[in-house]
Structure formats: structure tokens, C-alpha cells
């Protein structure tokens, strides 16, 4: 199996909206090369991953160089996917995590990405954000765009001169079965490039959120809440009555806690993996949701600058209008107050 390392000297891409929402120890844009579509008939050949740590980019490739190798490949590739707080893809949900899992069956290996133990329990290791679906779902890119193909979507954002490959992944494959044969340096260095570059791709095509409402696409799709080590991952933003539910998973299974006060409650399971919070609003009047701060462990200075806080008040929405910023950063700031809570209440 080929190892490749090397440190990226590029700058970080993304806007400080998307550091408010995905800020984590380690991001992770992976990308995989196989020699087909189908998982159960196919091999993974290639793994790549551009890891942030907060301060540098750091390339990291794995190829086999031949198909018995593919086992090996797998689980050492596995390995660095977990060590990453929120992993990046495009279009990685419904094919590479799906194939990676696959293949792990198919190799007998006992692993799966967000996977589920005997008692039907599923345990999420790190936030999936999967820039495709988001196009897909949250931009009108493909009322005017002829697909929503990475590369096309890096034209649009005008960021494709970042590029050096000129080959598809379907070449790529062609390229793999040339190499295996020959052992052309040549050839090796134009599958890895290709790889390569959609890996550094992802980071850059976090600009998509520049073309979006990104405190929307957060309020539906959820976002990550980390604080040192701890993570929870919001699934779920939703009003009920006068009640703002927040609902979501806890990275790997680690504290159990349970927080019952007059303005919210609040639920951590191991069993389940999952957690709950409940916030009570101010009665709704004239179709207005509302939350006064000062009833909340929140810091208020941190609030004060938005439009829709006035005299410590923080609307959140009237009508069908929601104030999904709004929402969002009260939502994070209560779940960061309840981590270190938990945390306390773990350590007595």
C-alpha cells in the first residue's frame, strides 16, 4: 500500500459564518476512488483526506497497488476518518460512506461509519456534512447550472483554476488498471492528483454558503456543538406551541444527564445516544415567539447586536417567519452551557 503525506500551504477558505457553525478540532474533506459504482462488485483503490486541525491543511492519501490490498487499505483509511470532529463530502452520504461500509462487509471487517451495535443503537462519530445535498436541496443551482457535478459547481464558483488534474473518475479507474500493469510513476501521479485535488476542492467549494442563506440551511439540516471533546450534533430545530425543541445525537456515547429547571429541561442518554432540549418561550402574542434572556444561563452580551434582540428580548420568530440565526445561536449557546454541566456533574 502507498502512503502519502504532505503539509498544504493554503489558506482557510470559508467565511466566519461557516467557522460559527462547523468549527471543530479536526475537519476532514474526504474523497475515495473506486473501480466502479457498485460496492458488492467493485473496489475501493484510493482513500484521500484533507485534515484541518485548526491551524494548517495536511493531505493524506492511501492506495492499494493491487486489489488484495483493498482490506488493508480500508481499515487504515478508517482510522483517520475517525479522528475528524466533522468529516466534508460531496455526494459522500449516498456513495463513499455507503461504499466504505460495503466493503468493510464485503472484507469481513467488523467496522462500519455511524454504525449500529447489537442493541440498535446508532453511534455517530463525527458530523456528515455533505455539500451536494445541500446544493441539491437548499440553492436553485439547477435551474441554470446543465448538472450539480462538482467540477461544475467549482466553475460556478469561479474556483476550478485551483485545479491541475484534467482527468474524470472514470478515467481514473482506466489510469489504475494501466498502473497496476506498467508501475508507471507517471500514471500514479495522475490518479493521486485527481484524488487530490477534489479533496482540496471541498474546502474550497465551502464558499457555496456565500451563495446561500447559511443560518437556514443550518436551522434545517443541523449543525455540530463541540466543547473540548464533547460533541453534540443537532438534527433537529422545531416550534412547538409556545416551545423551541432542539433534538440530536452525542458524538460516540460518553455522558448520560438529566437537567429539569423552570425555563427549559434538558435530556442526555447513553442508552439511547441521544439528547433533548426544551425551551420554554413567552407566551405567543400576535403570532410572535419570544425568549427574555435574562431567564437563561446565556451570555446576553453575545445577543445584543443582533436585529431581532431588543431590551434583552429575542424574537424568534412571527408568524412563518423564523429568525433562524436567532434560533441557532441561542440554540448552541444553551447546549455549550449544558456541556459543561454535564461535564461537572460526570466528574462528581
Known amino acids: 500500500m502507498i502512503y502519502k503525506e504532505k503539509i498544504l500551504e493554503i489558506n482557510k477558505p470559508w467565511s466566519k459564518h461557516f467557522d460559527r457553525y462547523f468549527s471543530a478540532s479536526t475537519i476532514g474533506f474526504f474523497d475515495i476512488e473506486s473501480t466502479g459504482l457498485s460496492a458488492a462488485r467493485n473496489f475501493m483503490i484510493l482513500g484521500g483526506i484533507l485534515l484541518w486541525d485548526g491551524k ?17 487499505l480500508l481499515v487504515s483509511y478508517f482510522k483517520e476518518l475517525l ?26 471487517i467488523p467496522a462500519k461509519l455511524g454504525y449500529t451495535d447489537e442493541y440498535g443503537i446508532t453511534f455517530h462519530n463525527f458530523f456528515h456534512l455533505d455539500l451536494f445535498a445541500l446544493v441539491r436541496s437548499c440553492t436553485n443551482f439547477n435551474k441554470f447550472l446543465p448538472d450539480l457535478k462538482q467540477k461544475t459547481v467549482e466553475k460556478y464558483l469561479n474556483i476550478d483554476e485551483n485545479r491541475d488534474d484534467l482527468i474524470s473518475g472514470a478515467e481514473s479507474v482506466t489510469l489504475y ?4 500493469s506498467s508501475r508507471d510513476e507517471s500514471i500514479l501521479n495522475q490518479i493521486l492528483l485527481h484524488n487530490s485535488d477534489d479533496c482540496i476542492q471541498l474546502a474550497y467549494l465551502t464558499k457555496l454558503f456565500g451563495k446561500t442563506d447559511i443560518h437556514r440551511i443550518a436551522f434545517l439540516k443541523g449543525f455540530p456543538v463541540f466543547d473540548n471533546g464533547t460533541g453534540l450534533f443537532i438534527k433537529s430545530l422545531k416550534f412547538r406551541g409556545n416551545q423551541l425543541i432542539v433534538s440530536g445525537s452525542q ?6 444527564y438529566k437537567c429539569y429547571e423552570m425555563y427549559y429541561r434538558f435530556e442526555l442518554s447513553t442508552g439511547e445516544n441521544e439528547f433533548k432540549l426544551i425551551i420554554e418561550l413567552d407566551n405567543l402574542k400576535d403570532g410572535y415567539r419570544i425568549l427574555d434572556l435574562k431567564k437563561f444561563p446565556v ?10 434582540c431588543k431590551f434583552d428580548y429575542l424574537l424568534l420568530s412571527k408568524d412563518d417567519t423564523i429568525n433562524y440565526r436567532e434560533c441557532n445561536f441561542f440554540s448552541k449557546a444553551m447546549l455549550l452551557f449544558l456541556i459543561k454541566e454535564s461535564r461537572c456533574s460526570d466528574e462528581n
Request: hydrophobic letters at 30%; one cysteine or more; a positive charge.
Open 56 to 72: 494548517s491543511f495536511t493531505l493524506k492519501q492511501y492506495l492499494a497497488e493491487d486489489k488484495k490490498e483493498e482490506s488493508k
Open 83 to 108: 479522528k475528524c470532529d466533522i468529516l466534508v463530502s460531496y455526494n459522500g452520504i449516498n456513495f463513499d460512506q455507503i461504499f466504505i461500509n460495503k466493503r468493510f462487509e464485503q472484507n469481513l
Open 177 to 180: 488498471d494501466r498502473y497496476m
Open 251 to 256: 458524538k460516540g456515547a460518553k455522558i448520560s
Open 299 to 308: 451570555d446576553i452580551n453575545k445577543f445584543k447586536d443582533m436585529p431581532n
